[in-house]
């Protein structure tokens, strides 16, 4: 449709069809089958508002879809086609590594290849817009959802954010394997206070502006059809019914001219927020804040077509929205063709490919981070005795909390993808005990893998896992979190292992030391007893479909790891929010006040965390020399080249990644200790050496200053490059006048 074609569509429909295009329902509402998430119950809507609803989310598979969207064509008083949306977070059945993990693998090209494969399952299987990427940044591992984020950086999440809509939307939402991106949660979701999932966030606007908003921006710059909001407050105001947020910064400032929806139930929440009222009023604030789309509340359709009749609001707003949503229909295509890609006969040979589980398995590789590595005990060797225990030697599941689309049957254990690199003769499996434990009780876990072990058969695994331990030469630990714990509502305020598996990691280290850890988390955990009795680490999040595949290939050194932290790991849970890019104080602590008093410290604790952003440990090793500069002072229109050299030192192939760290020394506002500016992957072979180049230009100089605009101010600054954050490699330089 033409674009005046779409506005004459709308200036023929009714005021209460426009309305129910902005209405959102499960797919369970038309059957009747519907689980409520959240602390709302499930609602049941009119008939004739089913009829005429405008989106659909939660179905999937191409012949459900098409009967489903035949049927409401039918039904609609236009034959306006309904979109379908769905969460494909990381991978459609087809699963790769979590956000977090991606994000460690410091390849946004990586990601979206993965993002173009699963809008490829997605679209064959009738989805036309996936809930993602979640772009929120993240500093507190206690919050359960830093698993959908890919990190503490801003530079980075910008970067993967921009490459996830590319990967998802392709240059055309009408060619074929294409689905329409969301960018969430807008804004500040990540920054939820004590780390507790929906709780409100507090930030200056400073803070806000300058950490949070960057990635949503990079998102919505790199065209992002829809964006969600969050549940949050901002600024004491519920982000859903915030005029300031929506209208002026996501509308005027960031140019979004796409659809705005709310996440589940967000509109109704404004009330327990203290923020409305009643129903009536939520639905009044939400529409002038231009929220497009009621996903389940059923407020929309209830409220807006009696407060545009009574004068309360003008028909304008129900206009624009109403418009919003039909142009995206129409860049999808689904005026000419409703079906868009959804076709049974495709879901059988594009779903689970081999292609698909390829870029997989690559995707899970790049991303797994190699925390320590003492005398050099990795990779295996195959002449080893080695013992393989705990409950990810075993479990399927390893996929994270938003894959419930995929199916465990699907994915190879650890023990069977072990079994394929190396024969069964000098190895041995132990489940050593169950994830959780038959003491762990908590609600929402029923879901999780079942383990009906009891006690008696937990003794009986531990003891025979201890049993393999001592007789072997090596043990390799494989714990975690549950895939449940976390994700959505599942934050914690302890972040080590489950007891079970403590209990289980004491009695294997009691009688080997040489214990090579295997962690799946999706999050930063407290690894300081794991790491200080553990002779290697290596952290693999939830690695999806191929992960044990790439674990076990890792392992006996067929592919060497190269990842990156995205997030920095606590020393304990009581340094958290924890990150690189602070803030300095006027008494920081530095190596020559180490040892006094009267600075900015814990007095039982470090400072810095465990392991920092950035860091991570090759099968090799790297040398990297001092910095040289072209120059030493520029001015805004020049640029200055830094330059080091990097050296495979070790006796295997490596891959490094570079990262370069900028530091203004005095500004008109306090500037963070350090800020990532840029990375680059380099791959050596043992003895080669290479130069490395990055280029500093004066907009990487810029800064939200103490006017409120964008820009860079004359000064000195500090120049890093290194294989982390924090690396002491230093140069200075000017930006002159």
Same mark, same amino acid.
């Given at each position: ?233 901002v600024n004491g105001t519920p982000a859903t019914g915030n005029r300031w947020l929506m209208r002026r910064i996501l509308r005027e400032e960031m140019g979004f001219d796409g659809v705005l929806i709310s996440d589940w139930a967000a509109i109704e929440e404004m009330i327990p927020h203290g923020y409305c009222a009643d129903r009536k009023e939520a639905a009044i604030r939400a529409i002038r804040a ?163 072990f009891t006690e008696e058969e937990e003794l009986a695994m531990l003891e025979e896992a201890v049993k393999a331990a001592k007789e072997a030469e090596i043990v390799v630990l494989a714990v975690g979190e549950d895939r449940l714990q976390s994700g959505e509502a599942a934050s914690r305020g302890m972040l080590d292992l489950p007891e079970v598996q403590k209990r289980l990691f004491d009695a294997v ?60 790991? =606590? ?37 810095? =965390? ?72 380099i791959t050596l072979q043992p003895g080669e050496e290479k130069k490395v180049t990055f280029a500093i230009t004066e907009e990487m100089l810029r800064f939200l200053t103490e006017d409120g605009v964008w820009a860079s101010e004359p000064g000195a600054f500090d120049l890093y490059i290194g294989g982390a954050s924090n690396t002491e490699n230093q140069a200075v330089f000017k930006l002159t006048e």
């Open positions: 449709m033409t674009e005046k074609e779409l506005k004459a569509l709308l200036a023929d429909m009714t005021l209460e069809e426009k309305v129910d295009q902005m209405n959102q329902v499960a797919a369970g509402m038309f059957s009747g089958d519907i689980t409520a998430m959240g602390p709302m119950a499930a609602k049941l809507y009119p008939p004739e508002v089913l009829a005429r609803t405008g989106s659909v989310l939660g179905g999937m598979g191409a012949e459900a879809l098409k009967k489903l969207q035949k049927e409401q064509i039918e039904k609609q008083p236009h034959k306006i086609p309904m979109l379908f949306m769905l969460d494909v977070i990381n991978g459609f059945k087809t699963v790769y590594p979590i956000p977090l993990g991606q994000g460690a693998s410091f390849d946004p090209e990586l990601s979206r290849e993965c993002a173009a494969m699963a809008a490829e399952e997605a679209a064959v299987s009738g989805v036309h817009v996936t809930f993602a990427p979640m772009t929120d940044l993240v500093r507190d591992a206690r919050w359960g959802r830093v698993m959908e984020s890919t990190g503490e950086d801003p530079y980075l999440n910008s970067l993967f954010c921009a490459a996830m809509v590319k990967g998802f939307q392709g240059d055309d939402l009408r060619e074929e394997g294409q689905v329409a991106a969301c960018v969430k949660h807008f804004a500040g979701y990540g920054g939820a206070t004590a780390g507790r999932d929906y709780n409100t966030v507090e930030l200056s606007e400073h803070t806000f502006r300058e950490f949070y908003l960057r990635s949503y921006e990079a998102g919505v710059k790199a065209g992002a059809a829809m964006v969600m909001t969050s549940f949050n407050t231009g929220v497009d789309i009621d996903m389940m509340t059923g407020i929309y359709s209830e409220q807006l077509a009696k407060l545009v009749k009574e004068g309360t609001i003008p028909e304008s707003l129900v206009d624009e929205a109403c418009l919003r949503i039909l142009t995206l229909k129409n860049k999808l295509g689904l005026f000419e063709n409703p079906f868009k890609d959804a076709d049974e006969a495709k879901e059988k040979t594009v779903i689970r490919s081999e292609k698909h589980r390829a870029l997989a398995k690559k995707a899970a590789a790049e991303s797994f981070v190699l925390l320590k590595n003492e005398k050099k005990i990795l990779p295996l060797k195959k002449t080893s005795k080695i013992a393989f225990v705990g409950p990810y030697v075993k479990s399927r599941n390893l996929f994270g909390s938003w894959s419930f689309i995929a199916e465990a049957k699907d994915v190879e254990n650890l023990e069977e993808a072990l079994k394929k690199v190396e024969t069964e003769e000098n190895m041995t499996f132990s489940r050593g005990s169950s994830v959780l434990g038959t003491a762990f009780k908590l609600q929402g876990f029923e879901e999780s893998e079942k383990e009906d280290t009691a009688v080997n030391e040489n214990v090579v850890t295997v962690l799946f988390s999706g999050r930063p955990l407290d690894l300081r007893e794991v790491s200080a009795k553990s002779k290697a680490l290596l952290e693999v999040w939830m690695p999806g479909t191929e992960g044990a595949a790439a674990i076990a290939e890792v392992l006996f050194g067929e592919q060497t790891p190269q990842g990156k932290l995205p997030m920095s790991f =606590p020393y304990c849970v009581g340094q958290v929010p924890v990150h690189y890019n602070a803030y300095s104080t006027g008494r920081p602590v530095t190596s020559k006040n180490a040892g006094e008093r009267f600075h900015s410290r814990y007095i039982d604790i470090p400072n810095q =965390p465990l392991y920092s952003f950035g860091y991570g440990l090759s099968y090799t090793d790297f040398e990297i020399s001092g910095i040289t500069l072209d120059r030493e002072e520029m001015k805004a229109s020049e640029t200055i080249h830094a330059s080091v050299t990097v050296k495979n030192t070790g006796d295997r192939e490596g891959t490094e990644t570079l990262q370069l760290y900028l530091h203004d020394k005095a500004a008109s506002v306090v500037r963070p200790v350090k800020e990532l500016k840029g990375f680059q992957k």
